[in-house]
């Protein structure tokens, strides 16, 4: 469920991919499977039609949350997985200083992690995903130990909550973060971060199963 250029797919397994964004389908590679297109409220397959399903950092966009999980219930035998981040964070850290907004924007974009608990009913559990501090995803939180990567916009394009935040407010960042970084402010004050080997940032990977 919103598979979108395919990052999050398996290789190793039959996928069937549902993406509504045209312009995201086209970015998918041809060793893909073609994605469909379709919304999570309305998925275009019988009852139990899947093995399992998943959504990784997706569920926060869709418009119809408790639709969509209970779709993805029904086309599921198996389990139903969702990665996604709780909108509170559980650590204070240092983009949440240089950035508050970011983190205001994606706390009232996040749903709450009992909510979805609570939709996908059955056997329901919740873990914590920590990031290495070498994470190949692009999203902004995977840069805590590596802070000069968020000066480049193309990174901070990666993570769509940095489209809604004012514009002021991005160039406050970039601002006050290269000075800090070049000045070694940044490094006397959050240097420890670069030697985490990982770090909890709210990432939930949330598993239902029916029994």
Do not use: K
């Amino acid at each position: 469920m919103g598979a979108g250029a395919g990052s999050y797919e398996p290789v190793d397994r039959a996928v069937t991919a549902v993406e509504p964004s045209a312009s995201m389908r086209a970015q998918r590679p041809a060793w893909l499977s073609r994605a469909i297109d379709a919304l999570s409220d309305h998925l275009p397959f019988a009852d139990d039609s899947f093995d399992a399903s998943m959504a990784s950092v997706t569920v926060h966009q869709w418009p119809n949350l408790a639709a969509g999980l209970s779709e993805m219930r029904r086309v599921t035998t198996g389990p139903v997985v969702i990665l996604t981040f709780d909108p509170a964070p559980p650590v204070h850290w240092w983009l949440m200083d240089y950035a508050p907004e970011l983190f205001e924007i994606e706390s009232r974009r996040m749903p709450p992690i009992p909510s979805i608990v609570a939709t996908l009913v059955g056997n329901t559990t919740v873990d914590t995903v920590s990031l290495p501090h070498d994470c190949v995803d692009g999203f902004a939180q995977s840069f805590f130990a590596r802070p000069e990567r968020l000066l480049e916009p193309e990174v901070r394009r990666a993570t769509s909550a940095w489209s809604f935040v004012p514009a002021a407010a991005v160039e406050r960042f970039v601002r006050d973060l290269g000075s800090d970084l070049a000045s070694g402010a940044w490094d006397a004050r959050y240097g420890e971060f670069r030697s985490l080997p990982e770090l909890d940032v709210g990432l939930r990977l949330v598993v239902g199963r029916r029994a």
